[in-house]
């Protein structure tokens, strides 16, 4: 049986997953076995042409946005750029970009939706740069909606424009498209806000700009150097603190030995005054002594 399930190809003779009914009849060997079976990539045939630097760039700038932000807020998400993704008793498919939630981010070289717990994709980037627009703003659009994936982002790169789509409840199965609000578009699924800037989309949270992995490290390398910068000048500040402190106690020690200076004289001189009015004393008594 696993094996027959392995080999169900689709009208256009490429491999596809078992329906629904078939995999519930499988038992979690022959289960592993059919996913097994299911290749990992997707033939030339079956995909778009290789659309070149701005559409791979569009889709791994989204891709590493993302995925730091996630990470960072610890949140359970797959998501990953040209998988092979496998719905039961459907042509396979690889989308550009797709996010799962509530998904392990684990290695996996595809996407089965029956093996993972009948989970299929919440979110899908598609880029458009060249090429046949059609499959992407009109095919797509009906068999992403058709497959209950609940939002679908289509970014033409060729004129710098983002359609959005979202299935209006869990059970429709035909899109309601997305209005933008001030140039933003909200992407419910992963709770943030969408922009095209310039030539590229921006990830918002709220208000706050995800980075991308290259103005993460221009960012951090500022930071670095900032910090080196502080260090810096704080180590100058305790340079110049510490040289005050020692001209300080140099003043304090010459004013000490002024002081001491000057008790000394004061003591000399009381001592000298001391003697004078002594002999003074000696004088008088003496010449009183003679005019006897």
């Not at 760039?57 to 990470?71: D, P, S």
């Not at 880029?127 to 992403?144: F, I, P, Q, S």
Request: aromatic share 8%; charged share 35%; with cysteine.
């Amino acid at each position: 049986m696993a094996c027959m399930l392995a080999l169900r190809t689709s009208p256009a003779g490429f491999p596809m997953a078992p329906s629904a009914q078939e995999w519930e009849a499988l038992s979690p060997a022959e289960r592993a076995e059919v996913t097994a079976a299911l290749p990992g990539e997707v033939t030339d045939a079956e995909i778009a042409m290789p659309e070149g630097e701005r559409h791979f760039r569009a889709k791994i700038r989204a891709l590493e946005a993302l995925r730091g932000y996630f990470a960072r807020q610890r949140r359970r998400i797959y998501l990953a750029a040209e998988m092979p993704t496998y719905y039961p008793l459907e042509p396979r498919f690889a989308p550009d970009l797709f996010a799962v939630l509530d998904a392990d981010d684990t290695v996996r070289d595809k996407w089965v939706v029956s093996a993972e717990g009948n989970k299929g994709l919440d979110w899908v980037l598609e880029v458009h740069v060249g090429g046949d627009r059609r499959k992407d703003a009109e095919r797509n659009v009906a068999r992403y909606a058709r497959l209950g994936i609940p939002e679908y982002f289509l970014y033409d790169g060729a004129s710098n424009r983002l359609s959005v789509y979202r299935l209006a409840s869990p059970d429709a199965r035909t899109y309601t498209a997305v209005l933008p609000n001030h140039g933003f578009y909200e992407s419910r699924v992963l709770g943030l806000n969408v922009q095209v800037d310039k030539d590229r989309l921006r990830f918002y949270a709220g208000t706050a700009l995800l980075l991308e992995s290259e103005e993460l490290i221009t960012r951090l390398e500022e930071l670095c150097d900032d910090a080196q910068r502080r260090r810096t000048e704080e180590a100058r500040l305790r340079e110049e603190a510490e040289q005050r402190r020692d001209e300080e106690t140099q003043r304090r020690q010459e004013a000490e030995q002024r002081l001491d200076e000057e008790a000394r004289l004061r003591k000399e001189a009381e001592q000298r005054r001391d003697e004078a009015e002594q002999e003074i004393s000696r004088l008088r008594a003496e010449l009183e002594r003679l005019r006897r």
